[in-house]
């Protein structure tokens, strides 16, 4: 996918050339340098996505909503969806506060490619494929591996994703307790020890399993017992399962990353964690009884039409 850059001087360009028999295979550390590199530039894109996401969450609506009807002629509130609610946060912190928190993502991203890389290549060694491509067998121990890498990428990264949420979540309270995050470092570990570095982890490593799983298996027995081998297209709709099957998954376990991010900053000195904005949950299974019971589980899941039923409206 990536070809590796030879930095050539002048006289090799335009000269014979000469030993030219080398090993043009790219190294684990170029392949591991243009996945971050390519998971950098991803990374600062989408950040403004996951920042607005993140403070509607949070439960943070700072514009009012509008009255609309929907195409069956129902009366209801729409709340502001992600462009306008980037165009306030421009408005408010100024182009650069789109940002806000992108340095631990971006560190994050980069242990991540590490751990991912190192953590396979000893699987690679310990266990090898010898079952057949489409057996149970397979798909269980691939899954099984993934797994064992995305739970040890988790842990590593983990205290990056806390720093990373609180730094966006002062937008709420306009705060200034986590700045860069060196001081993040001091302030999580002063205030509530290691153990401030995995909060919402149990949530965010459970939704993740269960996801690989879900995707997995639904993949595999979409893919054995549902294409009919006689299709013409059958490859190409193989092909397609396991991502549509990740995009309806990810609906499913949407609640454990919602609970995860509400309980980095619930309690932490933030206005986004405090009443009365957020009550203090004592646990994530509280956080979730909280979220059930007001009918909020899938809150920040959607950026467009975010709408909220009127009971009535004074015409």
């Known amino acids: 996918m990536t070809s ?121 060694v310990l266990f090898k494929n010898g079952d057949q491509q489409n057996s149970l067998r397979k798909v269980v121990k691939e899954t099984s591996h993934e797994m064992i890498i995305q739970c040890l990428s988790r842990v590593a990264t983990h205290p990056f994703h806390v720093m990373s949420v609180r730094c966006m979540a002062q937008f709420v309270g306009r705060e200034v307790k986590y700045g860069g995050m060196l001081s993040c470092m001091v302030k999580i570990f002063k205030e509530e020890g290691v153990a401030g570095f995995y909060v919402g982890l149990i949530p965010h490593v459970l939704g993740e399993v269960l996801f690989l799983w879900c995707c997995n298996l639904l993949a595999h027995f979409i893919n054995t017992y549902a294409v009919d081998e006689s299709f013409s297209q059958a490859s190409a709709v193989r092909s397609y399962t396991k991502f549509v099957m990740g995009i309806a998954v990810s609906v499913l376990t949407y609640p454990f990353m919602l ?26 299974l509280h956080c979730w009884n909280h979220l059930s019971n007001k009918g909020h589980l899938f809150r920040g899941s959607s950026f467009f039409f975010r709408r909220v039923p009127l009971t009535s409206i004074e015409d």
């Open 259 to 284: 609970v995860a991010d509400l309980m980095v900053v619930n309690n932490c000195g933030l206005a986004a964690g405090l009443p009365p904005l957020s009550p203090v949950f004592s646990s994530w």
């Open 4 to 124: 590796r850059v030879l930095m050539e001087s002048p006289e090799n360009l335009h000269g014979p050339a000469v030993g030219v028999a080398q090993d043009a295979t790219p190294t684990t550390v170029d392949v591991d340098t243009a996945v971050f590199l390519l998971g950098a530039g991803v990374t600062t894109l989408t950040h403004p996505l996951l920042y607005v996401k993140l403070l509607i969450q949070v439960g943070h609506e700072p514009l009012p909503p509008t009255v609309g009807t929907t195409m069956f002629g129902r009366r209801v509130l729409y709340l502001p969806g992600f462009l306008s609610y980037a165009q306030h946060i421009v408005k408010v912190d100024g182009k650069r506060g789109l940002l806000r928190g992108l340095s631990p993502r971006i560190v994050s991203s980069a242990i991540s490619t590490v751990v991912r890389s190192k953590v396979k290549q000893q699987i690679d």
